[in-house]
């Protein structure tokens, strides 16, 4: 091979390497439901498959299920993979949350919204910062969520809090705290997730109603990865733990290479973003000034 091709590999192979050592979350680990989660309502519309590593929720006429995690986190990379609902989904939601328990509480939403039999899904997502909400931002997936498992992801730091669909970041929520927003960053969050009827909102809000006719609806669970500071009741345990991998420089913000997928997801598949709706709100909330790619 001439010398100059070898180089060129190099660089790609380079430029490869650059882009996957990156901010990329660190490697998730696959782990059974009971190792971090516990049945939170109706406990017999959980099932489980496979030593507990994959799980299924139910939702019939008469409930829906949900479950949320042992431990309450400050902090951390947070992942599941869900196949949601197949098939006549309308009026199904099924979410994956982090949320404080206090009453100014704070909270990070993946909502999935389901839809008739070939029609697509919605991703709404939300952040809830000392009680406030308001943040709604909805896309389009570029796939079918029902077919495969993929996977749904939250990296929460002190400057950023980033939604990543199968490692391409959807979202990010700067610390905004320069510009006056508050930030989540004392009060631990538990993870949850539901799947309920909506059908007052979710569908073609609220024209698409749900065929009980159709149940059971079934959203499928695997993975249950948590690596995250556990926090007893207040934040200063986590304080004393340290520097963590999600603390480090390549996590404070996303990369280009993340900025340009960012950009491609944003531009390809919205529908709604908060900060472009003047109807809702006359003045964009300060952290919009951040909104960048919308
Ligand atoms: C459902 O499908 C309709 C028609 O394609 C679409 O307008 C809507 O955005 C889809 N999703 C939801 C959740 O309503």
Redesign the pocket.
Known sequence: MAASSVGILCLVFLFLASGTMSAAPKKVVHVPFTRNYVPTWAFDHIKYFNGGNEIQLLLDKYTGTGFQSKGSYLFGHFSMQIKMVPGDS?GTVTAFYLSSQNSEHDEIDFEF????TG????LQTNVFTGGKGDREQRI?LWFDPTIDYHSYSVLWNMYQIVFFVDDIPIRVFKNSKDLGVKFPFDQPMKIYSSLWNADDW????GL?KTDWAKAPFLASYKSFHVDGCQASVNAKFCESQGKKWWDQKEYQDLDAAQYRRLKWVRSKFT?YNYCKDRVRFPTAAPECKRDRDA
């Open positions: 309308a919204l389901g839809n008739r029609q697509p899904y919605i389009f979710a569908t073609r809000g698409e529908i």
